[in-house]
């Protein structure tokens, strides 16, 4: 028998315990013995739960109990779960945890302190929810040099740029809206700020790398700006907005990382990933692209990412599975050197406007969305982001709004 501990009886900690109810016996066959709930830690008691019976207050009872071989931690946030992941670590027990802030914050370290005791710390749900995303870039794509990977990782403002799009509704209608419907928090800045998708990808980015890749160093624009008139424009274009966390490598290690809403063409994988779902996309240089795609969020979802990473603890006890991620920060490129096209909206008088225009970005392609009469839109060619904004300091009075352009 495996005993294990699960703390935090929270959304996904209730999902862990269903999980192993109802899948059990499936999950008992592929780890070849039986696996058992001895303790579920939480502050709260649930008197109407079955649960109950497991329910402990006391994190030392779980560290103290060497039948406890693995601990699954769904509380989320920085403390306690950081000392409690540490500890249960240092006591030879296997950690399973869906939190992305401690996974990001502390992931090297934790995994370095796994492989110290021959043990695993496994975080797969902390990126994309239900999505296996973490297991494939740490044993499937091993032999490809990973150049890009660009994702849609936050299911509330996936929703909320969907129904913008697809339904015209304003930013404010549609927040209310995901609110209403459980998939925004009432206070959702994490969310529509980008601080969720860029934790995301710090996370991605430093298992492309091998190096820590600090979340506070990942440029991050959040959706808060995007209006009505902007997915007027999206629509002439033929385009749509997504928010994309992404990380692409330019020479040797060096990564530019970025959390913005973008424009996509109806081309890019991406572009039909609506609702609340998420979508990772991976180009590796002898693999090509590969899509990642499916339910980043939820209870039953994310449990079922953390239980799978369960069952592989169960499956090596006394083996360290290696992930490549070293406590040596990697300095990201400057934004200013990423280079791509970028639309912007901008107002005053467009017969004199577009030929100085021209003579700031180049070739410009011309934008008209003839609701919208004080003001037209314009895409620029390829350019650095440095060049952009050198160039468009001459025009800060008049620029509205400016949306990158994912290609
Ligand atoms: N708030 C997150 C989302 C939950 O909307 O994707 C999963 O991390």
Same mark, same amino acid.
């Given at each position: ?11 996904? *900690?209730? *999902?862990?315990?269903? @999980? ?11 780890? =070849? ?52 992941? &540490? %500890? ?18 502390? *992931?090297?370290? /934790? ?56 339904? *015209? ?5 549609? /927040? ?23 934790? &995301? ?47 692409? %490598? ?59 990473? @369960? ?5 090596? /006890? ?29 107002? =005053? ?12 970005? =180049?070739?410009?392609?011309? @934008? ?31 620029? @509205? ?7």
């Amino acid at each position: 028998m495996i005993n294990i501990a699960v703390m935090g009886y929270g959304t996904v *900690g209730s *999902g862990v315990v269903e @999980v192993i109810n109802t899948n059990g016996a499936r999950i008992n066959q592929r780890i =070849g013995e039986e696996l058992n709930i001895k303790y579920v830690l939480d502050m709260k008691d649930f008197p109407e739960d079955p649960v109950q019976d497991k329910i402990i207050h006391d994190f030392e009872t779980i560290v103290s109990d060497e039948e406890v071989q693995i601990v699954v931690e769904v509380m989320g946030g920085i403390e306690p779960a950081y000392t409690f992941v &540490k %500890r249960c670590l240092q006591a030879g027990k296997s950690v399973a945890t869906s939190n992305k802030a401690l996974v990001a914050k502390h *992931g090297a370290e /934790l995994l370095s302190i796994a492989a110290e005791h021959n043990i695993n710390f496994l975080f797969e749900a902390s990126v994309g929810g239900g999505i296996p995303i973490i297991r494939p870039l740490n044993s499937s794509l091993t032999a490809d040099e990973i150049e890009e990977i660009t994702g849609i990782l936050n299911g509330t403002t996936n929703y909320m740029l969907s129904k913008m799009f697809y339904e *015209g509704a304003d930013y404010d209608t549609v /927040l209310k809206e995901a609110q209403a419907n459980g998939y925004a928090e009432r206070n959702p800045e994490a969310d529509v700020e980008g601080y969720d998708a860029c934790r &995301k990808i710090a996370i991605l980015s430093s298992l492309i790398s091998g190096q820590q890749v600090d979340f506070e160093d990942i440029y991050c624009e959040g959706i808060t700006e995007i209006t009505v008139e902007d997915m007027k424009y999206a629509k002439a274009m033929g385009t749509t907005i997504k928010l994309l966390a992404s990380s692409r %490598r330019y020479a040797g290690n060096r990564l530019h990382a970025i959390v913005a809403p973008c424009m996509l063409y109806p081309d890019h994988p991406l572009y039909n990933v609506n609702d609340v779902f998420n979508a990772i996309f991976v180009h590796g240089n002898v693999l090509g692209d590969a899509m990642f795609y499916g339910s980043g969020a939820g209870k039953l979802p994310t449990a079922s990412a953390v239980v799978a990473d @369960v069952v592989d603890e169960a499956k090596h /006890l006394n083996r360290n599975i290696m992930t490549m991620w070293k406590e040596e920060k990697l300095q990201l490129e400057d934004k200013a050197d990423s280079k791509r096209r970028f639309f912007v909206r901008i107002k =005053g008088d467009k017969e004199k406007l577009i030929p100085q225009l021209k003579e700031s970005y =180049g070739e410009i392609e011309v @934008v008209n969305v003839p609701e919208l009469e004080d003001e037209f839109g314009f895409v620029t060619p390829v350019m650095m982001e440095g060049d952009y904004e050198t160039r468009s300091k001459l025009y800060k009075e008049q620029i @509205v709004h400016m949306i990158r352009i994912q290609d």
